[in-house]
């Protein structure tokens, strides 16, 4: 069975970096396009960026465009955003999703499976 794990959450001061990891397990990341979601408290989960498995094309929150970067490594089975210039508002739960859609997909019915999420805090 497909699984997604994240790791790499923690706590910075804001203008800090985190990395977030998200390995597949019991599948391949080929054919897959990645997504990463966020949840702040009492807040609906949001979109946060988005890397497809044909031609690797790339969508981000605006709010995040210039800060994140989104990758990718088929061989290692294993997604990663990188989150630099953080600021308190991007405080969350990060999850990461995996969709067979070969598109830029932004919304979460759009994904299949999910991640157990990770805590990303971020303080002034």
């Known amino acids: 069975q497909v699984q997604l794990v994240e790791s790499g959450g923690g706590s910075v001061q804001a203008g800090g970096s985190l990395g977030l990891s998200c390995a597949v397990t019991?599948?391949?990341?080929?054919?897959?396009?990645m997504g990463w979601f966020r949840q702040a408290p009492g807040k609906e989960r949001e979109f946060v960026a988005t890397i497809t498995w044909s031609e690797g094309r790339i969508g981000y929150k605006d709010s995040v465009k210039g800060r994140f970067t989104i990758s990718r490594d088929d061989a290692k089975n294993t997604a990663y955003l990188q989150m630099n210039g953080l600021k308190p508002e991007d405080t969350a739960v990060y999850y990461c999703a995996a969709t067979y859609r070969p598109y830029v997909a932004l919304q979460e019915v759009e994904y299949e499976r999910w991640g157990q999420g990770t805590q990303v805090t971020v303080s002034s």
């Open positions: 019991g599948g391949s990341l080929r054919r897959t396009t």
